[in-house]
DNA sequence: ATATTTAGTTTATTTTATAAACTTATTTAT
DNA sequence: ATAAATAAGTTTATAAAATAAACTAAATAT
């Protein structure tokens, strides 16, 4: 039998987002933004949903006089991907 | 940048669907209900999805007395189902 | 001083997934 | 023979999700 797709993994744009942040320390909300092709309001709201399943860690703060966005993989998020892509490998085979 | 998935296939129930197809020559709708562990309303919708897209061939027949749907993945949707693997690929790593 | 850009958030809309209810025919039990 | 239960689905309604549009607030450029 198919295992269950982790549904918070299973979006296109929040695998997108655990996809680059699995392969580095942080990134910022812009950086984000544009490698995902996502508009900021969508990007927003689905860190929220990452960072609400402790799967990331949202730190804001100011660069100059500016907004910054900083976000991070936790060890959670690492582990829930991982699983996310061995029950996806059931799928898509190898 | 990461490409687009298919969202066709980028679905638990229809890729798992798929996933089923592409390793067998056909299958029975309510064989996929039960590997997929849907409800048959479900399996139903997403079948008509899939074949709407030439993804999958559905052919309705008799088992004795009783309603027989059996369904088959295309060429078309071995394609898609590829390119979709690739494409995730870029998202899972390797 | 006004307009534009930056960096977001909030709200609303659309789409999607899912389940519940229904249909029709067939067995099985009484 | 009749009623109840099962099989194999389909259709419709509901819930959840993704996405975009509208908005905010501050900073910079004109």
Do not use: W
Not at 43 to 65: P, T, W
Request: proline share 2%.
């Amino acid at each position: 039998m198919l295992k269950d797709l982790d549904p918070l993994l299973h979006s296109q744009l929040r695998l997108g987002i655990m996809s680059l942040l699995i392969s580095m320390d942080s990134a910022e909300f812009t950086y984000l933004k544009e490698k995902t092709n996502a508009t900021a309001g969508n990007i927003s709201v689905q860190l929220d949903k990452l960072a609400e399943a402790n799967y990331i860690e949202i730190k804001k703060s100011f660069r100059g006089k500016r907004p910054l966005t900083t976000c991070s993989i936790t060890k959670k998020g690492i582990k829930a991907f991982e699983e996310y892509v061995n029950a996806l490998k059931e799928y898509i085979g190898k």
